[in-house]
């Protein structure tokens, strides 16, 4: 609690006062925040007890402004377990964001397809998750001040958000699969067997991010929603080598879709 109110009160004593509305950009989603009147921009190496992000597609930097009629707080590159940080270090960002006022989370990130319906490029909103990373950020000691020992997690996204969402992607004529998310350590990609598995066991999609920042916003009763850009098509039987360039570029290409969708929902909120 004292590295999350340390955070807090630095980012309060730089102006940053009452955002209502949190975004977390992931790989190759950044363009988001050309889209924000930025009022404050700081690096995450300026920021006590905040990590650093070591990802090359991921900025590293806490944008405050507005977008659209709400006051927002966008994480322009999130944290992974794979680069070697705890869960609680991760999902610091989240803690802090709740801490500061933020009322509502948006997440972003790129996974790969386990459906063989659908493409790359889709965008597919995340009705439920699986989690496969080794542990969660509420191991440990509970934060009272934060939540409850043992929270719920039946609904860890927010339903009347989703159906609003899908609602915008429709009248936008943007196509919004819905499906489960499931989340991986990586950094590695996975094998054929390994895709079939996450397939057997329900998933729709598969990336390495997005479920601690989700566990831990669901902790502080924080609501949540979180869109994936299908970058990659794995098919155990049809399995080609990926290249993460590839990758980025896929989600760069999906951009304009996936900032037209968050910007009108932002707007409804």
């Given at each position: 609690m004292e590295e999350i109110l340390q955070a807090a009160n630095y980012l309060k004593e730089q102006g940053i006062t009452q955002p209502q509305i949190g975004i977390v950009l992931g790989t190759g989603l950044g363009h988001l925040a050309s889209h924000?009147?930025?009022?404050?921009?700081?690096?995450?190496?300026?920021?006590?007890?905040?990590?650093?992000?070591t990802v090359e597609s991921h900025t590293g930097k806490l944008i405050y402004g507005t977008l659209g009629n709400k006051t927002v707080l966008a994480m322009q590159g999130r944290f992974h377990y794979y680069e070697g940080y705890n869960m609680q270090q991760i999902v610091l960002p989240i803690r802090v964001m709740k801490l500061l006022g933020v009322e509502f989370l948006l997440l972003s990130n790129a996974?790969?397809?386990?459906?063989?319906?659908?493409?790359?490029?889709?965008?597919?909103?995340?009705?439920d998750h699986i989690n496969l990373q080794p542990s969660?950020?509420?191991?440990?000691?509970n934060l009272d001040e934060l939540?409850?020992?043992?929270?719920?997690?039946?609904?860890?996204?927010?339903?009347p958000t989703n159906a609003k969402m899908e609602a915008i992607a429709k009248?936008?004529?943007?196509?919004?699969?819905?499906?489960v998310y499931v989340s991986v350590p990586g950094p590695m990609l996975e094998t054929r067997a390994e895709y079939r598995y996450l397939k057997h066991i329900g998933a729709d999609a598969v990336g390495m991010s997005t479920v601690p920042e989700v566990i831990a916003a669901h902790h502080m009763g924080l609501p949540c929603a979180a869109v994936s850009v299908l970058t990659d098509e794995c098919d155990p039987d049809n399995l080609k080598p990926v290249d993460i360039k590839e990758i980025i570029a896929v989600a760069a290409g999906a951009e304009l879709k996936l900032t037209n969708l968050f910007i009108a929902l932002i707007n409804k909120l």
């Open positions: 924000i009147n930025v009022i404050k921009e700081i690096p995450y190496q300026n920021i006590p007890k905040f990590p650093i992000s996974a790969g397809s386990l459906n063989l319906n659908w493409k790359k490029g889709d965008l597919m909103l995340i009705d969660n950020p509420l191991i440990g000691k939540g409850p020992r043992f929270p719920d997690m039946s609904a860890p996204y927010h339903a009248h936008l004529d943007i196509t919004l699969r819905k499906g």
